[in-house]
């Protein structure tokens, strides 16, 4: 199990919206995880939380439900709706395209965006679109490069590289990793950007006091 200072395990599902007006009352601390169908944002959400929370599908367009997990009171983690999908009627795409944007804009609990990407295709118009937005919006990006497990090595290494480099020109607060959900790759780094996001930068001092807790005998 990683180690990081939130309990993702403990992510229980509180509702599917059908569209944003839908979703849970906008206070507290929220992260969606966003990017193209198929890219692996729920076999993402289900190594995180080390369940199958998320469905997952070798069917592109199978969340079309906003998905809500819940962490604590005012934590949440959402499964979006991927975008990209060539089967999704034109008029549905940009209903949706739309959607999302204002959820980017308007969605004040909103934290930070983790943009999934299969590392063999990564920023597709669709995605520039989606981490525009998010800079536009002042949110925090980790972009994941998902399904690292199909490149070797050296490959891997330099489509983060490039990845990176290209991102770097936007000049604002984005993280790149190569991830995979089948062989954990990536994990850890998504678990501590995301205890960032909710608990606010990591200071030793914390570290301490959870330590001590977890050592103190259960014996009563
Ligand atoms: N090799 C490999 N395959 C993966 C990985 N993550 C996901 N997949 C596969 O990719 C497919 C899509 O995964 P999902 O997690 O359902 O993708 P999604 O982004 O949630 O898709 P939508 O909900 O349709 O937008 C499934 O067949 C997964 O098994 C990975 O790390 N490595
Ligand atoms: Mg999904």
């Excluded at 979703?23 to 929220?30: A, M, N, Q, R, T």
């Excluded at 992260?31 to 890219?39: C, E, K, P």
């Excluded at 076999?43 to 367009?61: C, E, F, M, V």
Aim: hydrophobic share 40%; aromatic share 6%; proline share 5%.
């Amino acid at each position: 199990m990683i180690k990081s200072r939130m309990k993702y395990q403990t992510a229980t599902f509180i509702t599917s919206a059908p569209d944003i007006s839908r979703l849970p009352i906008d206070s507290g601390i929220e992260v969606a995880f966003a990017g193209r169908s198929n890219a692996g944002k729920s076999s993402a959400l289900n190594a995180l939380t080390d369940q199958k929370l998320a469905r997952t599908s070798k069917t592109p367009g199978r969340t079309q439900l906003i998905n809500t997990f819940e962490l604590d009171e005012d934590k949440r983690l959402i499964d979006l709706p991927g975008y990209g999908f060539a089967k999704v009627p034109l008029e549905m795409k940009k209903k949706w395209q739309r959607a999302l944007g204002e959820y980017l804009q308007k969605r004040k609990s909103l934290k930070g965006i983790v943009v999934l990407m299969d590392i063999r295709h990564p920023l597709k118009d669709l995605d520039m679109d989606l981490i525009n937005w998010a800079v536009d919006s002042e949110i925090p990006v980790l972009a994941l490069l998902t399904k690292a497990d199909k490149l070797k090595q050296g490959k891997r290494k330099a489509e983060v590289l490039q990845v990176k480099k290209k991102l770097a020109e936007l000049d604002a607060d984005i993280t790149v990793c190569a991830f995979s959900s089948l062989k954990g790759i990536g994990l850890k780094e998504l678990a501590w950007k995301l205890d960032d996001w909710y608990l606010g930068p990591y200071k030793p001092e914390d570290e301490v006091e959870t330590e001590s807790e977890s050592e103190q005998p259960d014996s009563e």
